[in-house]
C-alpha cells in the first residue's frame, strides 16, 4: 500500500484516522482556532536566550524571519504578572478527619486550587525563574518558514534522535520508547508541515504560501511520518480530555471579564464534545504503558530523556523555531505528566498544573489540529505528485 492509504486505527491508539480527521474537521480544529486568539492562550511565558549547554552559540539567531517580536509589558494580562502561588499545607494534605470535611463536601471535589509553581519531572526548565522569562503573544510569531537549515538545525534533531530517543534494534526497543520515538518523530513532522504551509516562496515580493513539493518530501513520502503525526495528536488529545476535570474548573482570568468567559465556554465545548465523547473517548490507552517489571525504572529513565530533549531546545539557533520548539516540548511534557504522573483516572487530585504548562498543551494541540488538517486537505495534490512521480 502506498503513502496515501490511511485506514483502520491509528497504530497504538483508540481511533481510526477517519474518525480524527473527521472530529478535526468539525470539532477540534474549528474550537482550537478560537481558543488560542483568547488573551488567555495567546501569550506564553518562555526564556529565549540562547542559553544551550551544549555547544557554543553559532550566530545563526540574527537570521531574517527568525527573530521574536516581544510584547511591551503593558500589553500582557494583569493577573499574569502576580507570581502564582504555592499550595497551602493543608491543601496537599487529605482532608479526611478535618472537620470541615463532614459539612462541606465540596472541599473534596476541588480540583483545582489556583494557579500555583509547581516543577515538571518531564522537563529541564527551571519554570520558576521568573526572571529570565518574557511574556511573547503567539499570534504575532507563527511557526513557519524561518530560513533555519544547514548543521545547526540537523545537529539539533541528530541529538534528540540519537542521543536522547535512540532506535535501538527493533528486538530492543520496547513499547515505552517506541512511544517516544513516535512522539519526537510526529512532533518534526508537524513542524516540518508548518514550514510548508507557510512557506517565504519569494523573497523579493515578501510572498508566503504554501511549498507542496515541501511537504510532499518531507512529510508524505514517509508513511510513518504521517502515522506519527496522527498519533501524537491522539496522544496530546487524550491528556487534554483525562484533565478535563481540572482544565474545566481552571481560572482563565485575565481582568477581562467577556472574553474570559468567552475562553472558558470554548474550553468547555472542547472537553465535554458529544462528538468527541461518543467517536473518540479515549484516544490513547496509557494504562497499557509501564506495566513491566521494570516499568517504574524504565519511567525514571525516560523521564531524564525527555529531560535531555527540553534541554536541546535551548541550542535552537533560532529565536523563533526556539520559541515554538521550547512552546511544543514542554506542551508534550505536560501531556506525558497528565497522563503519566498522575496516579490513576480517580486520582485528578493530585494533578497539578502551572498556567503555563496548560497555555502549551493546548497550543501544542491546535497546531498538531492545523498538521493534521494541512496533510488532509492537501491529499489529492500529494496522490497526485505520487502518481507522477
Ligand atoms: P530536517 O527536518 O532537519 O530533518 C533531519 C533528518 O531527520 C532528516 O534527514 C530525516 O532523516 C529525519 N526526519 C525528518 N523528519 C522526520 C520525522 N518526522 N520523523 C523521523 N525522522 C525524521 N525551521 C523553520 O523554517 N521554521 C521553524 O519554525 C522551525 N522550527 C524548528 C524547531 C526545532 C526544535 C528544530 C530542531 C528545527 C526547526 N526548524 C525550523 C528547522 C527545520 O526543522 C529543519 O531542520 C530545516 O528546515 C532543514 O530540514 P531538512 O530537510 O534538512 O530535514
Known amino acids: 500500500s502506498g503513502p496515501g492509504n490511511y485506514t483502520g486505527l491509528v497504530e497504538g491508539c483508540c481511533c481510526d484516522y477517519e474518525t480524527a480527521h473527521s472530529l478535526n474537521d468539525h470539532v477540534l480544529h474549528p474550537i482550537l482556532q478560537e481558543l488560542v486568539k483568547t488573551p488567555f492562550f495567546r501569550y506564553f511565558k518562555v526564556k529565549l536566550w540562547c542559553d544551550c549547554p551544549f555547544w557554543p552559540d553559532d550566530g545563526m539567531c540574527h537570521l531574517r524571519d527568525c527573530s521574536v517580536c516581544e510584547c511591551p509589558e503593558s500589553e500582557f494580562p494583569e493577573p499574569f504578572k502576580k507570581p502564582s502561588g504555592v499550595l497551602a499545607?493543608?491543601?496537599?494534605?487529605?482532608?479526611?478527619?478535618?472537620?470541615?470535611?463532614?459539612?462541606?463536601?465540596?472541599?473534596?471535589?476541588?480540583?483545582?486550587?489556583?494557579?500555583?509553581?509547581?516543577?515538571?519531572?518531564?522537563?529541564?526548565?527551571?519554570?520558576?525563574?521568573?526572571?529570565?522569562?518574557?511574556?511573547?503573544?503567539?499570534?504575532?510569531?507563527?511557526?513557519?518558514?524561518?530560513?533555519?537549515?544547514?548543521?545547526?538545525?540537523?545537529?539539533?534533531?541528530?541529538?534528540?534522535?540519537k542521543e536522547n530517543c535512540p532506535q535501538y534494534p527493533s528486538e530492543e526497543l520496547c513499547?515505552?520508547?517506541?512511544?517516544?520515538?513516535?512522539?519526537?518523530?510526529?512532533?518534526?513532522?508537524?513542524?516540518?508541515?508548518?514550514?510548508?504551509?507557510?512557506?517565504?516562496?519569494?523573497?523579493?515580493?515578501?510572498?508566503?504560501?504554501?511549498?507542496?513539493?515541501?511537504l510532499y518530501y518531507r512529510v508524505w513520502k514517509h508513511p510513518d511520518r504521517v502515522r506519527n503525526l496522527y498519533f501524537i495528536f491522539l496522544f496530546v488529545l487524550r491528556a487534554v480530555t483525562k484533565a478535563a476535570d481540572y482544565l474545566e474548573q481552571a481560572e482563565y482570568n485575565t481582568g477581562n471579564p467577556i472574553e474570559d468567559l468567552k475562553?472558558?465556554?470554548?474550553?468547555?465545548?472542547?472537553?465535554?464534545?458529544?462528538?468527541?465523547?461518543?467517536?473518540?473517548?479515549?484516544?490513547?490507552?496509557?494504562?497499557?504503558?509501564?506495566?513491566?517489571?521494570?516499568?517504574?525504572?524504565?519511567?525514571?529513565?525516560?523521564?531524564?530523556?525527555?529531560?535531555?530533549?527540553?534541554?536541546?531546545?535551548?541550542?535552537?539557533?533560532?529565536?523563533?523555531?526556539?520559541?515554538?520548539?521550547?512552546?511544543?516540548?514542554?506542551?508534550?511534557?505536560?501531556?506525558?505528566?497528565?497522563?503519566?504522573?498522575?496516579?490513576?483516572?480517580?486520582n485528578q487530585n493530585h494533578l497539578q498544573l502551572q498556567r503555563n504548562e496548560v497555555i502549551a498543551l493546548f497550543n501544542l494541540l491546535n497546531r498538531l489540529s492545523e498538521s493534521v488538517k494541512f496533510v488532509h486537505d492537501m491529499r489529492p495534490s500529494l496522490e497526485k505528485m505520487e502518481t507522477h512521480g
Not at 103 to 120: A, H, K
Not at 197 to 205: N, Q, R, V
Not at 282 to 300: C, R, S, T
Open 89 to 161: 499545607a493543608d491543601d496537599v494534605i487529605c482532608q479526611e478527619g478535618k472537620p470541615q470535611a463532614a459539612v462541606d463536601r465540596t472541599l473534596d471535589d476541588r480540583i483545582f486550587r489556583g494557579w500555583i509553581e509547581i516543577d515538571n519531572p518531564w522537563t529541564y526548565d527551571d519554570e520558576t525563574d521568573n526572571s529570565a522569562m518574557t511574556y511573547v503573544n503567539l499570534q504575532l510569531n507563527p511557526e513557519r518558514y524561518t530560513g533555519y537549515a544547514g548543521a545547526s538545525a540537523q545537529r539539533i534533531w541528530t541529538a534528540i534522535y
Open 263 to 346: 475562553t472558558h465556554s470554548l474550553v468547555r465545548q472542547l472537553l465535554y464534545n458529544p462528538e468527541l465523547i461518543s467517536a473518540c473517548p479515549v484516544p490513547f490507552d496509557e494504562a497499557k504503558l509501564w506495566q513491566g517489571e521494570n516499568g517504574p525504572e524504565l519511567k525514571l529513565q525516560i523521564q531524564k530523556q525527555f529531560r535531555n530533549i527540553s534541554a536541546v531546545m535551548n541550542c535552537v539557533g533560532c529565536e523563533k523555531c526556539r520559541l515554538w520548539g521550547k512552546l511544543q516540548v514542554n506542551g508534550l511534557a505536560t501531556a506525558l505528566k497528565v497522563l503519566f504522573s498522575v496516579d490513576g483516572e480517580s
Open 175 to 214: 513499547h515505552e520508547k517506541e512511544v517516544m520515538y513516535k512522539l519526537i518523530s510526529g512532533l518534526h513532522s508537524s513542524i516540518s508541515v508548518h514550514i510548508a504551509s507557510e512557506y517565504l516562496l519569494d523573497a523579493s515580493t515578501n510572498l508566503w504560501g504554501p511549498n507542496l513539493e515541501l
